[in-house]
């Protein structure tokens, strides 16, 4: 079948027929009409039916020149099972292959290219109805309006590409360093570097620094600066790469103005991996100095640095970092591990502390490995240390406000968040931690404000934003906005058990009940020991009438006690 244009000529897959141009699915009386990425997968592994495609493939093939996140293909096959009628368990179309990728299953055939009904007879081209405009009239009408067109073009200036205004100071973007060490298993090193460097300039009151994630997302982007720094809002690019080898470190860093892609800065570090950390904090000041920014006592205080951590456990740090990056039970099993690794090594590493135990918060909400009073209680343990030896991390507040939420203690949770957000002005995810406080402490306007703040911060917003900004919608009984977030976070992570049960109590409370409970099966799949009873005892809802419409809600779309 390879060779075949399956992603041009209409074809069959299985009982469906596929319609390429049109975006559509059918079979006897049903239609189904899809996404063009869906198409484009759906067509390219036509192409190459029977066989086993990998993630990178269609990555490299489908979303050529784009930006891809971690879960496009994930999501976009999700999407085709569902248009096919396909299960992951006992598929009939697209197999999983694990560690591998994917493969078509079903069979294939080409379909002959069919008349549109529309279309007219030679004899009828060349006499058109009376009434009705000659070829020629309509090529001579075309020629008036393309001259029109030029002309404008010929005489207009051309639009300015401009970033947004940056307020209340200059709005920095700093893309993800490339990894040129020869070995992909080392992006977690140059990923690290560019996140420390995300960190460090974000606590800086006189810069606004566009977040990880949304930053994140122009991986091997191909836009331009000036597009760029457009889409992300910020003034200011900075980009760069790291080559390690050995005990050999190089840096190369460039500072761009995005309005005209000019260099603000540039410099090339070539040290030993053991001066890591003095090249981070001379890179931040250069930043800093470079964009004439005035730093205030606090500023010059933030930038001070605890060099005393070793570079072994700094490196098992950011491979922690990077499992924990990937939100699954597995990868933060690894991470946990990765962090414990580092403690080991350095035992006054706060940083490594307040990680660990943001892996013991994630396993209580996610459901993953021990209770959720168990993991809390771990978790408060770890970021009590991590506050002894540094209490001027971000991290440790933020870890500490979820700790303090999940206790169902408002106000310490809300002034933890605070103190997150004046050690560093630019986190958006304290932001939405707050959010997500107050949509349990049971003020939602007041969250939806503070989610305002965070995806200011955060353009691409992340699944997590959709979720918290949903759940408020859905405490004010705004069910339609509500249903809009958490559709949205589930087609960024369809594996998120907790947008799909709050899409579930969402379209309850809409009236839609088919739905509902479909939603409610998806997230029992992902956890089939999930009830009524974890809901009741996990979620902190302060206020009684909202918690019992919500367990309501969910029992009506099936979940049992």
Request: hydrophobic share 40%; aromatic share 8%; net charge negative.
């Amino acid at each position: 079948m390879v060779g075949e244009n399956f992603a041009a000529e209409r074809f069959r897959v299985g009982d469906w027929t596929v319609d390429p141009a049109a975006n559509r699915l059918s079979r006897l009386d049903e239609e189904v009409r899809v996404e063009p990425k869906v198409m484009r997968v759906l067509s390219y592994l036509a192409e190459r039916r029977g066989e086993v495609v990998s993630r990178h493939d269609l990555e490299a093939n489908v979303w050529t020149g784009t930006i891809v996140t971690d879960d496009a293909v994930t999501n976009t096959i999700i999407k085709l099972r569902k248009a096919l009628g396909d299960s992951a368990r006992e598929p009939i179309y697209i197999e999983t292959i694990a560690k591998s990728g994917y493969r078509l299953i079903a069979e294939t055939s080409m379909l002959e290219p069919t008349v549109d009904a529309g279309s007219k007879t030679g004899s009828e081209e060349r006499n058109p109805p009376r009434g009705q405009p000659s070829w020629l009239q309509i090529l001579f009408l075309g020629l008036l309006v393309l001259s029109g067109v030029l002309i404008f073009w010929l005489t207009a200036s051309p639009p300015a590409v401009e970033p947004k205004p940056a307020e209340p100071g200059p709005v920095v973007a700093v893309l993800p360093f490339e990894n040129l060490s020869g070995d992909a298993e080392q992006a977690y090193f140059s990923n690290g570097i560019t996140e420390d460097l995300i960190t460090d300039l974000s606590k800086i009151d006189g810069l606004r620094v566009v977040a990880r994630n949304s930053a994140f997302a122009y991986r091997g982007s191909t836009e331009s600066e000036q597009q760029i720094g457009v889409e992300l809002g910020a003034r200011y690019l900075v980009k760069g790469s790291v080559r390690r080898s050995d005990d050999h470190l190089r840096i190369n860093v460039r500072l761009i103005d995005a309005a005209d892609a000019s260099n603000r800065w540039a410099e090339r570090y070539d040290r030993r991996i053991s001066d890591i950390f003095a090249v981070q904090d001379e890179i931040t000041r250069k930043i800093v100095s470079a964009l004439e920014v005035t730093l205030s006592s606090r500023d010059r205080s933030n930038l001070i640095k605890d060099y005393a951590t070793s570079v072994e456990a700094y490196d098992l740090f950011l491979q922690g970092m990077d499992h924990y990056g990937r939100r699954s039970g597995e990868d933060n099993a690894l991470a946990k591990e990765y962090f414990e690794q580092a403690i080991a090594i350095e035992p006054g590493f706060a940083r490594a502390y307040a990680a660990l135990a943001l892996t013991h918060t994630t396993s209580a909400i996610s459901g993953w490995g021990a209770p959720l009073e168990q993991s809390l209680a771990q978790a408060e343990v770890l970021v009590n240390k991590a506050m002894q030896l540094d209490d001027t991390l971000p991290q440790v507040h933020f870890v500490m406000g979820q700790v303090n939420m999940y206790k169902r203690d408002y106000a310490a949770a809300l002034e933890a968040a605070a103190r997150a957000i004046e050690l560093t002005p630019s986190y958006p995810d304290a932001y939405a931690l707050t959010g997500w406080i107050l949509h349990f402490a049971g003020r939602p306007e007041e969250g939806l404000a503070a989610m305002q703040q965070a995806i200011a911060l955060n353009p691409r917003v992340p699944a997590v934003y959709h979720l918290v900004q949903g759940a408020l919608w859905y405490e004010l009984e705004e069910y339609d906005r509500a249903i809009r977030d958490l559709e949205l976070a589930i087609g960024s992570n369809p594996s998120y058990q907790l947008a799909r049960v709050f899409l579930a109590a969402s379209y309850v409370a809409a009236g839609d009940l088919d739905q509902a409970q479909w939603q409610m099966t998806e997230a029992l799949t992902l956890n089939p020991d999930f009830s009524l009873s974890d809901v009741e005892r996990g979620a902190p809802i302060r206020d009684p009438g909202y918690r019992e419409r919500f367990l309501r809600d969910l029992q009506s779309a099936g979940l049992a006690n």
